[in-house]
């Protein structure tokens, strides 16, 4: 069961890679919780594929390149995948920024019933922030 969960997991990831947002969100169960650090202005809870749809589309509003890559999808027992993923963009303002997140992620009969993200919401803010280059 636990590599089936990296699977499902991978397949989002790999989804959201190509632009399918619909395919990346897929993997949510109705009543799934997505959460993200409050302090981000795409931060909160999101409820259902809708729900982790809008928190795509908020996140991607602050960004004029966006990519998301997988370092490590690890199946951590039965209902848990943990990913690092590598963070490159470049923001509205054109300023460049890199990060690490960390996702945890409780499936249930193959979709998603929770999911919360850690980063460095300092550097990020910082970033969204920063002054245009001259």
Same mark, same amino acid.
């Given at each position: 069961?636990?590599?089936?969960?990296?699977?499902?997991?991978?397949?989002?990831?790999?989804?959201?890679?190509?632009?399918?947002?619909?395919?990346?969100?897929?993997?949510?169960?109705?009543?799934?919780?997505?959460?993200?650090?409050?302090? #981000?202005?795409?931060?909160?809870?999101?409820?259902?594929?809708?729900?982790?749809?809008?928190?795509?589309?908020?996140?991607?509003?602050?960004?004029?390149?966006?990519?998301?890559?997988?370092?490590?999808?690890?199946?951590?027992?039965?209902?848990?995948?943990?990913?690092?993923?590598?963070?490159?963009?470049?923001?509205?303002?054109?300023?460049?920024?890199?990060?690490?997140?960390?996702?945890?992620?409780? #499936?249930?009969?193959?979709?998603?019933?929770?999911?919360?993200?850690?980063?460095?919401?300092?550097?990020?803010?910082?970033? #969204?922030?920063?002054?245009?280059?001259?």
């Amino acid at each position: 069961m636990a590599q089936d969960n990296v699977d499902v997991i991978q397949s989002a990831w790999d989804a959201f890679a190509k632009g399918d947002i619909e395919g990346a969100t897929s993997i949510v169960a109705p009543e799934g919780e997505i959460t993200a650090p409050a302090s #981000l202005p795409w931060g909160g809870t999101y409820m259902g594929p809708e729900g982790f749809q809008e928190f795509l589309r908020e996140l991607l509003k602050h960004y004029k390149e966006f990519k998301a890559t997988p370092e490590k999808v690890l199946g951590a027992d039965d209902d848990h995948v943990v990913v690092t993923a590598g963070i490159r963009g470049r923001t509205t303002d054109g300023t460049p920024h890199e990060a690490t997140s960390i996702w945890i992620y409780k #499936l249930s009969g193959g979709q998603v019933t929770q999911a919360e993200m850690w980063t460095d919401t300092a550097k990020t803010l910082t970033s #969204l922030d920063a002054a245009p280059a001259s």
